[in-house]
């Protein structure tokens, strides 16, 4: 540039060149208040409603979540709860069980207690028939034979009576004598051990009795030895009935 000065001095620009003007903006545009107002306002809306949009879109997405986690438990409480269901029914059902159980025990610890307690007493009664056997045959024999000897006829008695005794303690424990003199029959609780001939007595009917019998609990726990008459009439079927409901 300094050269290109140097080259073409100030003589040979010459004083009628001519200046060329600068130019210069021509006005300044003015602004709009309005316009700018409405745009700041429009911009701030928008990003009013996009911050809206995006806080709604995250409150959204928390209460999903905090949903979803509700579910979850209530999901695993419902479980809990089935499964605490379950355990209280298999432990009403264990009880159940174990109360039958217990009741089965207890029924069946009875009966075998009270069968036991029956085949004691039954035991002490068989050990006690032979005595009241030989009461009898001893207090048979004196009077056969004691004539009017007074003494013995009050020996006699006194046995009598502690025999009546034994035989009415037995009584109070379901203790019966069994005694069929002239009585049908019956092979159930009488034993035969012998036959006599009698026309005027029904056939089959208990003539003499050598040794009682004895029930205990309505079980025969020792027949009655005794004879049985034949050769006479049948039993009407009638009288048997009445004799057999007598028996009952």
Known sequence: MAAYDEKFSDEEKGEDDMKVPIDEPSSVPEFDEDAMVEAAIRAGEQAAEEELAAQAEADFDKVKGERDELYERLEEATGQVDAAKKEAQDAVDRLARLQADWENFRRRTAQEREVERERAAEKLVMGLL???????????????????????????????????????????????????????????????????????????????????????????????????????????????????????
Do not use: C, W
Request: glycine residues 10%.
């Open 130 to 248: 032979p005595v009241l056997d030989d009461m009898e045959r001893a207090a048979n024999h004196a009077r056969q034979t004691g004539g009017e000897n007074e003494q013995l006829i009050q020996f006699v008695d006194g046995v009598t009576q502690i025999h009546d005794k034994m035989v009415g303690v037995l009584a109070k424990d379901g203790v019966e004598v069994i005694d069929p003199a002239g009585e049908p029959f019956e092979p159930l609780s009488h034993q035969a051990v012998g036959r006599e001939e009698n026309a005027e007595a029904y056939d089959e009917t208990v003539a003499k009795v050598y040794q009682r019998g004895y029930r205990m609990g309505g079980k025969v726990i020792r027949p009655a030895m005794v004879t049985v008459t034949y050769g006479g009439p049948k039993r009407p079927t009638e009288a048997a009935d009445e004799d057999s409901a007598q028996d009952a």
